[in-house]
């Protein structure tokens, strides 16, 4: 369903529900279980996430929803599963390593908010990439609205949600919802050269910058004072102090 692959500061979660990566609640146990398992890793700096699949997710399990949507009952279980996506993609979130989803095909509705609560995405130029709940009448409710508002800005939120639009990679890397964009064939070459040099990074370092971002973002939060906190704990810290001495050796 999800495999976990863990190789020094890496850890590869890779979507492998055949044949579109569906979520339902079984999806959701796995990926709970794989964010435990990383937070308890404290030498990780990077969580890749990819699909084994021709797409990166499609959304929400349809044969879930054709079995409990018509009734009031149903409805309220797959208003559960949105409350739960809310609350792993919160998680995948705040995780203090760096998380990067490679989009290699189609990730829409849910597989879409999924990717935008990592902190980075790169995307295949064919890939297909939205928020279309409003076509069914719906919304993109496991923070799909939040997300993409604080990402793009007021004005590009509502003409993506609002108008359902569904873009490919290439031109949502023109606007900004994803942060590299290469061809389709390239993707994961393009990926690893990405993960990899994130994960030569001290990940207490990444972890800190992290934690500042998210207060920057945090309305009341002192983002000044954060900074001031994280960089006293890596002043002290014996690997930070050991880099900042061979950088200075270097430079006199």
Partial sequence: MIDLHIDGAVATATLARA???AIND??????DEIIEEIAAHSSLAVLWLRSA?????????????????????????????????????????????????ELNGAALGGGFELALSCDL????????????EARLG?????????????????????RLILGAEILPGSEAAALGLVHWVAPQAELPVY??????RIAALPAPALAAC????AAALTPGA????????????????????????????KRS
Avoid: H
């Fill in 222 to 249: 002192d983002g000044y004072a954060v900074e001031l906190v994280e960089t006293r704990a890596l002043y002290a810290s014996a690997d930070t102090q050991a880099r900042v001495a061979r950088f200075l050796d």
């Fill in 19 to 21: 044949p579109v990566n």
């Fill in 53 to 101: 699949q021709a797409v990166f997710c499609a959304g929400a399990d349809l044969e879930l929803m054709r079995d409990t949507f018509p009734t009031e009952a149903g409805r309220a279980r797959m208003l559960e599963v949105a409350r739960r996506m809310q609350r792993t993609f919160a998680r995948i979130e705040a995780l203090g390593v760096v998380s990067i989803a």
């Fill in 26 to 31: 079984a999806w959701l146990d796995r990926l």
């Fill in 210 to 213: 992290k934690r500042c971002i």
């Fill in 138 to 158: 719906l919304l993109p409710g496991a923070g799909g609205t939040q997300r993409m508002t604080r990402l793009a800005g007021d004005a590009l939120a509502r």
């Fill in 121 to 132: 995405r790169v995307a295949a130029d064919t890939a297909k990439l939205g928020l279309p």
């Fill in 191 to 196: 990926t690893r050269s990405i993960v990899a």
